[in-house]
Nanobody, 121 residues
Framework: QVQLVESGGGLVQAGGSLRLSCAAS????????MGWYRQAPGKQRDLVAR???????NYADSVKGRFTISRDNAKNTVYLQMNSLKPEDTAVYYC???????????????WGQGTQVTVSS
């Protein structure tokens, strides 16, 4: 019904930048909030940044001032610009859509497959 496909992960040196993208596909009428989460080995999955359909955003304290979330509602795509990356940012990054209105149905809590971000020191 709906799929989220992430791209843009990779290996970067500390202080470098990466831009993640997440595109939602399907017969989508609207998406409420979209967000990025990350999970490091042996740790829980935590919120990195979230943005509503109206453009209101919030960030984890650890990434404030370094990461910027944005979205293109016409393309059903959310982005995460990551600057001044640190080794502790290393994790699998997952895209999430909390509420997606499709043709005749609403689905909740959709996740992408994840993209690896590795920051070397």
């Amino acid at each position: 019904q709906v799929q989220l496909v992430e791209s843009g992960g990779g290996l970067v040196q500390a202080g470098g930048s990466l831009r993640l993208s997440c595109a939602a596909s399907g017969s989508i009428f609207s998406i409420n909030a979209m967000g990025w989460y990350r999970q490091a080995p042996g740790k829980q999955r935590d919120l990195v940044a979230r943005i509503t359909s109206g453009g209101n955003s919030n960030y984890a304290d650890s990434v404030k001032g370094r990461f910027t979330i944005s979205r293109d509602n016409a393309k059903n795509t959310v982005y995460l610009q990551m600057n001044s990356l640190k080794p502790e940012d290393t994790a699998v990054y997952y895209c999430n859509a909390d509420r997606v209105a499709l043709r005749g149905i609403v689905v909740y809590d959709i996740w992408g497959q994840g993209t690896q971000v590795t920051v070397s020191s």
